[in-house]
């Protein structure tokens, strides 16, 4: 079992930034792929951006590139992603995920597919 926890969502003006925090606890070892997901109302769950945490190879949706970086720290218990110049259409839930690299197809790296723990969501809004 994996256990995650976000934190950090928020209200930001657009071209502000945040970062938010997921808390890694339980058999981590066992989950070597992890993600952010993003939901709005109405709209289906996306994928963000999703790291392998061994070899730190790293994907982001083409909405988000060169705005949003993931990351994790040393010792795997926190995964981050880091918010630039948000936009109001970035307003959406945000959920971290955690899945298995063996599993993962290069050509869709942000498939819900790949993913079977969830934490329980941090709320992002960007309005002026």
């Known amino acids: 079992q994996v256990q995650l926890m976000e934190s950090g969502g928020g209200s930001v003006q657009p071209g502000g930034s945040l970062r938010l925090s997921c808390a890694v606890s339980g058999y981590k070892t066992s989950r070597n792929y992890m993600g952010w997901f993003r939901q709005a109302p109405g709209e289906e769950r996306e994928g963000v951006a999703a790291?392998?945490?061994?070899?730190?190879?790293?994907f982001y949706a083409d909405s988000v590139k060169g705005r949003f970086t993931i990351s994790q720290d040393a010792s795997r218990d926190t995964l981050y992603l880091q918010m630039n110049s948000l936009k109001p259409e970035d307003t959406a839930m945000y959920y971290c995920?955690?899945?298995?690299?063996?599993?993962?197809?290069?050509?869709?790296?942000?498939?819900?597919?790949?993913?079977?723990?969830w934490g329980q969501g941090t709320q992002v809004t960007v309005s002026s």
């Open positions: 790291i392998y945490t061994i070899g730190r190879n790293t």
């Open positions: 995920a955690a899945g298995t690299w063996a599993l993962v197809g290069l050509d869709t790296p942000l498939a819900r597919r790949y993913f079977d723990y």
